[in-house]
């Protein structure tokens, strides 16, 4: 496999991203006319992980014969703050509304509070959407952007979700990465198989407060 440098649209996007408070990470890799395969998925997770450390000028351990991938749906990696239907996701309140969930770009009112599963943990970043759009710091922009920014990315990276998408989620237990996360917020890693890009896309993400 080899990486893929983002074009500059989606690059300046994901610079945007990042810009306002986003934590989460993309790689991607071209197959080069391989047949998809459970190998490639660990191939991409542990290229990730070699890009970020070299990016970021980060040295952590990374223990590849450790790393685990198990198939997912699409619900499962988006996780329950992103309505489907809606093509919206599903985001903190602000105010007196901080502990109540709303569709973006929704106006906060008692009669628009989304009802979400229980967590019954301590907090824990439950899925993509919500790690994209609830770092621990909170993004520095107003929602309809941040949904803007997602839908964006989201298609130039995964053509919008089709059927076809193969996606596997990681253990968190082999590399450095994942160290901040195990703390609070969470710890993430997935890698998407797209066949109409012809690529795998690596998503990670792990932060504190």
Same mark, same amino acid.
């Given at each position: 496999?080899?990486a893929v440098?983002?074009?500059p @649209?989606?690059?300046? &996007?994901?610079? &945007?991203f990042?810009?306002?408070?986003?934590?989460?990470?993309y790689?991607?890799?071209?197959?080069n006319g391989?047949?998809?395969? @459970?190998a490639?998925?660990?191939?991409?997770?542990?290229?990730?992980?070699e890009y970020?450390?070299?990016?970021?000028?980060?040295?952590?351990?990374?223990?590849?014969?450790?790393?685990?991938?198990?198939?997912?749906?699409?619900?499962e990696?988006?996780?329950?703050y992103?309505?489907?239907?809606?093509?919206?996701l599903?985001v &903190?309140?602000?105010?007196?509304?901080?502990? &109540?969930y709303?569709?973006?770009?929704?106006p906060e009112?008692?009669?628009?509070?989304?009802?979400?599963?229980?967590?019954? $943990?301590? !907090?824990?970043t439950?899925?993509?959407?919500?790690a994209? $759009?609830e770092?621990? !710091?909170?993004?520095r922009?107003?929602?309809?952007?941040?949904?803007?920014?997602?839908?964006e990315?989201n298609?130039?990276?995964? $053509?919008?979700f089709?059927?076809e998408?193969?996606?596997?989620r990681?253990s968190?237990?082999?590399a450095g !990465?994942?160290?901040?996360?195990?703390?609070?917020?969470?710890?993430?890693?997935?890698?998407l198989?797209?066949?109409?890009?012809?690529?795998i896309?690596a998503?990670?993400? $792990?932060?504190?407060?």
């Amino acid at each position: 496999m080899q990486a893929v440098v983002f074009d500059p @649209e989606l690059q300046e &996007r994901l610079d &945007r991203f990042h810009a306002l408070g986003g934590v989460v990470d993309y790689c991607a890799f071209s197959l080069n006319g391989a047949e998809i395969s @459970e190998a490639l998925h660990k191939e991409a997770a542990v290229g990730f992980m070699e890009y970020i450390a070299r990016a970021k000028n980060w040295a952590f351990r990374i223990d590849s014969d450790a790393a685990v991938g198990r198939p997912i749906g699409r619900e499962e990696f988006m996780g329950p703050y992103y309505h489907w239907k809606r093509r919206r996701l599903i985001v &903190r309140g602000t105010g007196q509304y901080v502990n &109540r969930y709303f569709l973006a770009g929704a106006p906060e009112t008692k009669e628009n509070v989304v009802r979400l599963p229980p967590n019954n $943990s301590e !907090y824990v970043t439950q899925g993509y959407a919500q790690a994209f $759009s609830e770092p621990s !710091y909170g993004m520095r922009a107003p929602a309809e952007e941040v949904n803007r920014l997602f839908l964006e990315i989201n298609q130039q990276l995964f $053509s919008g979700f089709p059927a076809e998408l193969e996606i596997r989620r990681w253990s968190t237990d082999w590399a450095g !990465y994942f160290d901040a996360g195990h703390e609070w917020w969470g710890s993430f890693l997935w890698t998407l198989y797209n066949p109409l890009a012809g690529w795998i896309v690596a998503v990670g993400a $792990s932060t504190t407060d």
